[in-house]
């Protein structure tokens, strides 16, 4: 079957939580699949979020010329089959608290006008990203603008004050698993089961984390699943969404 990987990777990082903003600002430790099509989308010029808000800032919601649907990335993007292969050793990388200003007119009603803001950046983060090709046109133009280096709006992770690296990009070859069922990137607990036997001659690691894995239709909030990222082996499960390439074996979300 083939396919399109790439290196993604940047300075800094940020894929807010929405679930935590009282003190701080989170951030996942790994891209999620939402934002890493809403990248995808940047780079061949889809529409996104604004583009929605404008197209329905003067109507009223259930009339005919509403948009109820997603963002355009979205409804293009959403069905393409991408495994994510975290850079860092056992898929953790470094994060710190950055603090800074928004002094804007509107950003706070305390004196002066000024919010102080604590926001979680990732560090030096790198993903391997493959994305399996499905037969269709938004495929082939991913494929060439990767390939030759080109972008319609400038692509980010997460935030625009975090630009995105896209470096080593080769169209290969995915065959059927291998024998020796370890996964080498990020995939849903919920199909795989995982042994409980530490693996023999290294270092047993084990990294879990909740993430985003598709848009909500009605409010376009995130639906989540629990993805992991593990050198333990894989006793069973549904592997009709994983392939092997150079002698290792990857999960598609």
Not at 12 to 27: G, I, L, M, Q
Not at 36 to 43: P, R, S, T
Not at 184 to 200: A, T, V
Request: net charge neutral; proline share 4%; charged share 25%.
């Amino acid at each position: 079957m083939d396919a399109i990987s790439f290196k993604l990777s940047g300075k800094t990082a940020c894929f807010r939580k929405p679930d935590v903003n009282a003190y701080s600002y989170f951030t996942y430790n790994n891209i999620h699949k939402p934002a890493l099509l809403g990248l995808l989308g940047a780079i061949i010029g889809l529409g996104g979020y604004n583009q929605l808000f404008e197209k329905n800032r003067d109507l009223k919601k259930g009339s005919l010329e509403y948009d109820e649907g997603f963002p355009e990335f979205y409804q293009e993007l959403k069905n393409l089959k991408i495994s994510i292969i975290p850079l860092a050793k056992n898929g953790y990388f470094s994060k710190k608290i950055q603090v800074f200003n928004n002094s804007v007119g509107y950003a706070s009603f305390e004196e002066g006008g000024n919010l102080i803001v604590r926001e979680q950046w990732l560090e030096n983060p790198a993903w391997q990203i493959i994305i399996l090709d499905d037969g269709t046109k938004v495929y082939q133009k991913i494929k060439e603008y990767l390939q030759k280096g080109k972008a319609v709006y400038i692509p980010y992770l997460g935030k625009n004050d975090h630009f995105a690296n896209i470096n080593d990009v080769n169209p290969i070859k995915l065959e059927k698993v291998i024998d020796s069922i370890n996964i080498s990137s990020l995939f849903n607990e919920k199909l795989l089961e995982i042994s409980k036997i530490p693996p023999r001659g290294e270092l047993s690691f084990y990294f879990k984390e909740i993430s985003p894995i598709k848009l909500q239709k009605e409010y376009h909030f995130y639906e989540y699943v629990p993805l992991i990222f593990t050198n333990h082996r894989i006793n069973d499960g549904d592997f009709s969404s994983v392939f092997s390439f150079d002698g290792r074996n990857y999960a598609f979300i």
